[in-house]
């Protein structure tokens, strides 16, 4: 089993990082593990030109987004970890959802369909609001939901989500 570790928070030994090394332990015999570092990868900002539409790559000079999206589309499970930025996911993270559309997308017959229909993700969210806050929209479920908009729009099945309170106040190690 491939799995692809998408680590959205820039900090790379933080909450966020604790929590996916967790869940990818909890996935054991597992052949494949890789971990990206949104803040290590060169991502150009989506220029919404429309020209990876209707079913192309995008069209901007290659990067990491592009190495990314292909990633994705090998892998079995996309477990993703996000802190939560504003009830929302960081803008690294949706620099990639918004440059890898026709990643998740198709449009085939005139209407949108799913093109990762089959793989299984995993959403972990950090979140510095403690318990019950976190649960606001404005707080943390914002992030989850965010997040499985991306994920269902490509037809995965999000087998587990895991959110996080309180979490600056935790520290790492009692994740």
Not at 22 to 41: A, F, N, T, W
Not at 52 to 61: F, G, I, Q, T
Not at 86 to 106: A, M, Q
Request: with cysteine.
């Amino acid at each position: 089993m491939k799995i692809l570790v998408i680590n959205a928070s820039p900090r790379k030994k933080g909450n966020t990082a604790a929590l996916l090394e967790k869940i990818v332990k909890s996935y054991p015999g597992h052949s494949e593990v890789k971990v990206r570092q949104l803040i290590d990868m060169q991502m150009a900002q989506c220029r919404g030109c429309l020209g990876c539409r209707p079913d192309k790559e995008c069209v901007l000079a290659r990067d990491d987004a592009h190495v990314l999206g292909r990633e994705l589309k090998e892998a079995d499970l996309v477990i993703i970890g996000s802190p939560c930025y504003w009830g929302n996911i960081p803008g690294t993270l949706k620099t990639f959802f918004d440059r890898n559309v026709t990643t998740f997308e198709s449009i085939g017959e005139g209407y949108i369909k799913p093109a990762l229909k089959g793989k299984r993700a995993v959403i972990a969210v950090t979140s510095g609001a403690p318990f019950p806050f976190n649960l606001l929209p404005t707080q943390s479920t914002g992030t989850v939901r965010a997040l499985k908009l991306a994920l269902r729009a490509g037809g995965m099945k999000i087998e587990k989500i895991v959110n996080v309170a309180g979490a600056p106040r935790r520290g790492a190690e009692n994740e």
